[in-house]
């Protein structure tokens, strides 16, 4: 039998935990909020743009035109951003972490973020006097992390969906007392509705994205993105209603993700009302702009804090190391990834050439990026579909 003592100890133990649990999670809401800052900056900076024409370093490779200057600025501000997330990568390697101390890294983790602001600041301001070369290849390297990124994205938010799922419906099933029921009632009627606005969500982009005057090969591009995202929509409640590991539930949360990411991409691609009944040729930040820039910032942010909550902690080096070296580097492709969706996943058209000022995240690459994701997350529905009959016994629990 435990003492009072022990017990004592315990409880101790306990708080001691959850103070750090709360402590982790408030440094990495802070490097969240300034990749969030950041973000603004850079939607900031894209409309005024043209006060950049007066430095060298970006004027030169692009003569006064203001989307070449948004882009660029962009780029700058991401990498700035980077280098940031990378140094702290790096000294939250095990050998840094060996070297320093633990002690000396939690304190450098806890404290400091005003100075950690100002460098950042710093970073900035000397990214914007680095040749327009180099920032030209950093384009490619950003746009490789993001792809890296994107995977990410689509994990985190199946595990959303996974978590949302396990929170609402008991491994046993429901039972017959109130707070069960109570679930219950909230789960049939989240997946009735969510299942409803899809279907709604579907019908409607077969009138906006279909309308009469639209030809070929536009119209048949729009016609397949929607259906191929309506019929997986329907397999996934069809297969997760009669497989053993499925859920209506997640596969209601997957649907309406797909049918979203299918909208934006559509709205993304568009450049006509031919084809597009919501089309708007005021190419300055428009509803669409803003819906995706909300959607981008919540993404970017939440999966780069997500991808490092597991397995914290303060009591070990090489957990220390693990956690925040891996959760550094996660914030790093968020950084890059960042720079993808303010300028459109557009890498090639650089230069004096641009034509035209183009609003963020409207452009083909955005639309095909942005399909891919689609396309990602139901992949990987699949492999957590059937992953639990190919090996019942790795996910018995």
């Not at 709604?200 to 906006?208: A, E, K, N, Q, R």
């Not at 070296?325 to 058209?349: P, Q, R």
Request: proline share 2%; charged share 15%.
């Amino acid at each position: 039998m435990a003492t009072e003592s022990d017990k004592l100890v315990q409880i101790t133990d306990n708080d001691k935990a959850e103070d750090e649990e709360l402590d982790m999670k408030a440094i990495k809401m802070r490097f969240g909020g300034l990749m969030l800052f950041c973000f603004i900056v850079g939607v900031v900076f894209r409309e005024v743009a043209v006060i950049f024409k007066f430095l060298k370093s970006m004027n030169h490779e692009c003569d006064g035109n203001k989307s070449c200057l948004a882009d660029q600025a962009c780029l700058r501000i991401s990498f700035a951003l980077c280098v940031f997330y990378t140094v702290h990568a790096v000294l939250s390697s095990k050998f840094s972490i060996t070297c320093f101390g633990e002690a000396q890294f939690i304190r450098f983790m806890r404290s400091g973020l005003c100075f950690k602001f100002i460098a950042l600041v710093i970073l900035i301001v000397v990214s914007f006097v680095l040749p327009a070369d180099f920032i030209n290849g950093y384009a490619y390297y950003a746009f490789a992390l993001s792809i890296i990124f994107l995977l990410m994205q689509c994990v985190i938010f199946l595990n959303f969906a996974h978590t949302w799922n396990e929170s609402w419906i008991p491994k046993d099933g429901w039972t017959d007392d109130d707070e069960d029921l109570r679930l219950k009632r909230a789960a049939v009627c989240c997946t009735g509705f969510l299942f409803a606005l899809c279907i709604t969500g579907v019908g409607l982009m077969y009138h906006f994205f279909n309308p009469s005057g639209c030809a070929d090969p536009e119209k048949s591009v729009h016609l397949f993105f929607i259906t191929f995202t309506l019929l997986f929509g329907i397999m996934f409640f069809a297969a997760s209603a009669f497989l053993s590991g499925g859920s209506i539930l997640v596969a209601s949360i997957a649907f309406g993700y797909c049918t979203a990411m299918t909208f934006s991409a559509i709205m993304s691609g568009s450049n006509s009302d031919d084809c597009n009944i919501l089309y708007s040729d005021n190419r300055t930040i428009n509803f669409n702009t803003i819906l995706s820039l909300l959607i981008a910032a919540v993404t970017v942010v939440y999966t780069s804090v997500q991808t490092g909550t597991e397995g914290d902690s303060f009591s070990e080096s090489k957990s220390v190391s693990f956690s925040y070296s891996f959760f550094f580097s996660c914030l790093m492709c968020g950084a890059c990834y960042m720079a993808m969706v303010l300028n459109s996943w557009d890498i090639t058209d650089t230069g004096k050439h641009y034509n035209s000022d183009v609003a963020v995240g409207m452009s083909k690459a955005a639309m095909w990026m942005k399909m891919a994701t689609v396309w990602i997350t139901m992949v990987l529905f699949i492999i957590a579909l059937i992953m639990p009959i190919c090996a019942p016994d790795r996910f018995a629990n």
